[in-house]
């Protein structure tokens, strides 16, 4: 089993919805990432958070919303989603913070389809 | 030119053999370099991580990085199917401080 637990597992949404997707850790890690990955592509980084703050946002749509409530937690809330944004999302985290040497752990995904 | 760029494939492979998987990266101050093997369906999990020059052994991976030539490669001893996947290049450093760049990825095929 994974280290990093995402929920939920697969969600679908209608265009006016509000969702939210969670992602937890408990190795102790203060980096805290989201990536979304669309079909036989390579993951795609979003938003990065080290030590509880956001380091990188990678010019993400604002109907993404991230947040970090602590270092453990990190959700990501989705809000007026396009069929183009169906795709996997990732939570990965990290020890000692977002850079250098630090190795990424990913969750198991969840799996987003917007209608 | 893509940041990192590795052969899509598909690489097909006899069960046994070697399987040589290829990444070049453009950023020279990049300084951390793993492979992520991802199965269809699932999330990429790590296989190598490397940062300085020369060549890491793991078991049946051996990962080699030549920062010089801005190269990274991974190498597949006795391939066996259970090995069939995409393999992820992934580069980190640089002026893209924090960032993790992928690759396009490499799928791997070990047919018996």
Known sequence: DTEVTQTPKHLVMGMTNKKSLKCEQHMGHRAMYWYKQKAKKPPELMFVYSYEKLSINESVPSRFSPECPNSSLLNLHLHALQPEDSALYLCASSQGGASGANVLTFGAGSRLTVL | ?112
């Not at chain 2, 052969?7 to 101050?29: F, K, W």
């Not at chain 2, 890491?56 to 990085?65: I, S, V």
């Not at chain 2, 010089?68 to 069939?84: E, F, K």
Request: hydrophobic content about 30%; glycine content about 10%; proline content about 4%.
């Open chain 2, 1 to 112: 030119q893509k940041e990192v760029e590795q052969n899509s494939g598909p690489l097909s492979v006899p069960e046994g053999a070697i399987a040589s998987l290829n990444c070049t990266y453009s950023d020279r101050g990049s300084q951390s370099f793993f492979w992520y093997r991802q199965y269809s369906g699932k999330s990429p999990e790590l296989i190598m991580s490397i940062y300085s020059n020369g060549d890491k052994e793991d078991g049946r991976f051996t990962a080699q990085l030549n920062k010089a030539s801005q190269y990274v490669s991974l190498l597949i001893r006795d391939s066996q199917p259970s090995d069939s996947a995409t393999y992820l290049c992934a580069v980190r450093g640089g002026t893209s401080y924090g960032k993790l760049t992928f690759g396009q990825g490499t799928i791997l095929t070990v047919h018996p």
